[in-house]
């Protein structure tokens, strides 16, 4: 049997309902039919073929949310090549890396960000070619393109790169099954996601979280995708969401967030039925205030980069705040301590997953992959623990959790608590060594809007020492502008520590 996942994702699909709308253009409202957007697919793979890209051969793209993203994507994947999208929020540094790293032979790229990677393609060792997604031209006859590629189960189909919130970014190797395995677990076991659905997300194509939420869910459950290219900023999710009616929505701690601190009417979100989120642990407060104001629930959840998806979540209608929720079926768990072996009930422990879609693992990576990969199990690098009650809440990155006083300091909790304060509208923990060389908190903040900022590092002290163990407490608050953050929104604790 072909295993190559371009039958369940582009051919099926245009088969069983040829008619259905598949995407839609958020800023235009464009439309392509399931049928039409597999006739692109075919015509990109035409087109690379013809470009000489061979089976297992690596082409980036660096696109735009987009119809195009999706028929460069599948058609790579349909002639046997390998896609390897990027973030569109790169610099000519990063992109020269990337295509070094990946050995891509071939680029395709949404002209907004010509300015940055097409520098980077200079003088690159393996790239041969270079394609602008907007141009239509560049698309090959479908005719010539025979049946997709006869993958097995253990052929890589696609890889993502990590955000690279403590280094450089490492390319994480996917196969064609693992977006079956995380479409049925999330998508239809836990969310019910089907015909009726229209899908919205915050999160960009080139980020797993959004690759999966807007590339792949939509069309194995006959959902219909709305893709904006641009920033999603409120306004503009205000206005998308308002014209096209979403039933589910996928979005990021910090865009909900924005959210909330922007004047938006009460009816936004009147048509989602869940709304979903991931990429970092979504404070308890953000989601409380959500739904007070939307009348909407969050679900939070657990996924990576090298899961492919969330494959630990709250459920529908049971979310418990503060919490990432319980695996998934098929997913499991284990927690463990220093030394390696399982953590005593109710003890942190460094996060340990095991599931169908674990990457294959890095590209060229043996150092990394020693360190992720235990047998069947991926240490994703988070510190964990189990509640009483099942669920599984974040203590924040193995790496960042701090020990204040001879005692282990969650950087989460703080945050959470301090998110609580109505003037600030978001807030970055880190350690820090104080005069006698020891670690202690310290919190960056950024205020929200019309907040002021005067005596706001006193009004966090105090909020933090007046909820928390003392030693909690952070012992330097700077009220800065924004945080740095990656790519897909996670925030590089790395640079505020240094």
Partial sequence: MNANAVYRFVIEPASAAPDEVAVVDAPSGSQLTRAELAQRVRSAAAALAERGLQREQRVMLCCADTPAFLWWFWGAMWIGAVPVPVSTLFRTADYRFLLRDSRAVGLVYSPPFAAEILPAADDQPFLGWTLDDTDDSGLGDPGTVGDPFEAIDDDVAFWLYTSGTTGHPKGAMHRHTDMSAVT??????????????????????????????????????????????????????????????????????????????????????????????????????????????????????????????????????????????????????????????????????????????????????????????????????????????????????????????????????????????????????????????????????????????????????AHVRERLAPYKYPRWVSVVDELPQTATGKIKRYLLRD
Wanted: hydrophobic residues 40%.
């Fill in 184 to 461: 049925d677990g999330y998508a239809v076991d836990i969310l019910g996601m089907g015909p009726s659905d229209t899908v919205y997300s915050v999160a960009k194509l080139f980020f797993a979280y959004g690759l999966g939420n807007a590339g792949y869910f939509p069309p194995a459950t006959g959902a219909k995708v709305v893709l904006n290219p641009a920033r999603p900023t409120p306004d503009d999710i205000a206005a998308h969401v308002t014209r096209y009616q979403p039933t589910l929505y996928f979005g990021v701690p910090t865009s909900y967030a924005q959210l909330l601190a922007a004047d938006l009417p009460v009816d936004t979100f009147a048509s989602v039925r869940q709304a979903v989120s991931a990429g970092e642990p979504l404070p308890a407060d953000i989601g409380r205030r959500f739904h007070e104001r939307f009348g909407v629930e969050i679900l939070d959840g657990l996924g990576t980069t090298e899961i492919a998806h969330i494959v630990i979540t709250n459920r529908p209608g049971a979310s418990v705040p503060g919490t990432s929720g319980t695996p998934i079926e098929g997913c499991e768990v284990s927690l463990r301590d220093e030394d390696g072996n399982e953590a005593p009930d109710g003890e942190p422990g460094a996060l340990h997953i095991a599931f169908e879609s674990v990457m294959a693992g890095y590209w060229n990576r043996t150092e990394q992959n020693r360190k992720a990969l235990h047998g069947r199990f991926l240490a994703t690098g988070d510190t964990y623990v189990c509640n009483p009650d099942g669920t599984y809440s974040c203590l924040g990155r193995t790496d960042d959790m701090m020990k204040v006083s001879g005692i282990w300091v969650s950087p989460a909790e703080v945050e959470a608590c301090i998110l609580e304060m109505e003037s600030v509208l978001s807030v970055a923990v880190v350690g820090a060594l104080d005069d006698a060389g020891l670690t202690k908190p310290s919190a960056f903040v950024v205020p929200a809007p019309g907040a002021a900022t005067g005596s706001l590092p006193e009004a966090v002290q």
